[in-house]
């Protein structure tokens, strides 16, 4: 949701020395991680407001796919 709206994420994260790549790739990835965050309660929320559900049962249902969401970010930026 959110990467549509603005630049990538390596605007963000300063690049430092080479030697350094490892605290950049950790900095991105709590980035990446506080973002799903933030659109998974955005979620829960509009689910609550719009579909009646509850706020509980809104979130359980869509962290899963949040979850994937960091898993397959962070094996990709592993490998690149």
Known sequence: MSG???????????????????????????LALTAIAFELLALAGIRQQFFGTGFLSSFVSVTPGGAIIAAVSAALGAVS
């Open 4 to 30: 549509v709206l603005g630049p990538g994420e390596d605007h963000l994260v300063p690049n430092r020395a080479e030697s350094r790549v490892p605290a950049r790739y950790r900095s991105a990835l709590l």
